[in-house]
């Protein structure tokens, strides 16, 4: 479980290729991501340990280590609208 008490997403990293995913805060003012690249290990038969995201309206790609999409803190399976990001978010201690 994460601090917020959530259970990490569960994903297979061989099955990321052209997943889309929202940024729970925007990067770069961008919100939306598709994953267009799993980056093959250099060692044959290792584990699978970084994506690239693109960012939908800008093109820009990021490279990140693919278990941070798991944290829901971060990042949202699907394309989602910033209200919906905004509003699933745990709220603090006060409500």
Do not use: C
Request: hydrophobic content about 35%.
């Amino acid at each position: 479980m994460t601090a917020d008490r959530r259970p990490l997403l569960r994903l297979n990293p061989k099955k990321l290729l052209l997943s889309k995913w929202t940024a729970v805060v925007p990067r770069g003012k961008e919100l939306h991501f598709l994953v267009s690249k799993v980056i093959e290990p250099e060692v044959p038969d290792t584990m699978i340990e970084s994506v690239e995201l693109e960012a939908v309206y800008s093109r820009r790609v990021l490279t990140l280590p693919w278990r941070e999409l798991q944290d829901s803190r971060q990042w949202r399976q699907g394309w989602q609208s910033l209200e919906a990001v905004k509003s699933s978010q745990p709220r603090g201690p006060h409500g």
